[in-house]
C-alpha cells in the first residue's frame, strides 16, 4: 500500500496534477515536434532566432521539452497520485523532507521559470515570437512553485517514517 492511500488529497494536489497534465501534454507535443523538424518549421519558426544562442537549431530544445516537460510532470503526477517510496530516491526525500513527488513538481515549476528567463535573454520576444505562450509558462511555472509550498501540500507529501 502506498502513503497516498493512508492520506487525504488536498484540492491543491488534484490543480498540480491538472497543471502538470496540460505540460506533460504539451511538452510532450511540441517537444516531438522539435525533434521531428529541429528547423522549427513546424512550430511556425525558423533557426534565425536562435543567433547568438548556443543552439543552431531547435533539437537540443525538442529534448529538453520531451523530458523537462514531457516525462518529468508524468513522474510528478504518479508521485503525486500514489506517494511510492523507493529506495533509490531516499537521497533526494532525505534533503527535502518530503517524498521525491514534491521536489520533481518543484522542479518543473522551476525549470519553467528559468526557461523562460533564459529564452527571453537569449532571444527576446522577436517579432512574431509567441509572447503569450511565454507569459503563460511563466505563470504556469509560478502556480506550480506556489502551489508546491502551500502548508496542505507539504503536509501531504511530507515523509512519514
Keep these: ?12 494536489i488534484y490543480l498540480l496534477i ?14 516531438s515536434q522539435f525533434l521531428i523538424d529541429p528547423s522549427g518549421g513546424t512550430h511556425d519558426m525558423d533557426t534565425s532566432i536562435l543567433e547568438g ?20 510532470p508524468i513522474l510528478a503526477i504518479f508521485g503525486l497520485w500514489k506517494l511510492p517510496r523507493w529506495r533509490w530516491t531516499d537521497a533526494v526525500n532525505k534533503w527535502t523532507g518530503q517524498n521525491w513527488a ?18 527571453v535573454m537569449y532571444i527576446g520576444s522577436p517579432d512574431g515570437f509567441p509572447r503569450f505562450l511565454q507569459v503563460m509558462m511563466s505563470l ?5 512553485l506556489a502551489l508546491a509550498f502551500l502548508p496542505r501540500v507539504r503536509a501531504f507529501t511530507k515523509l512519514s517514517d
Design 140 to 144: 504556469d511555472g509560478i502556480v506550480i
Design 53 to 72: 544562442t548556443p543552439v543552431g537549431d531547435f533539437a537540443l530544445v525538442g529534448v529538453l521539452f520531451v523530458t523537462a516537460y514531457g516525462i518529468l
Design 18 to 31: 491538472a497543471l502538470e497534465a496540460v505540460l506533460a501534454f504539451l511538452g510532450l507535443f511540441s517537444g
Design 1 to 12: 500500500m502506498t502513503e497516498a492511500a493512508t492520506k487525504s488529497r488536498p484540492a491543491a
Design 102 to 119: 514534491w521536489t520533481a513538481t518543484a522542479a518543473t515549476g522551476v525549470i519553467l521559470i528559468v526557461w523562460i528567463v533564459v529564452e
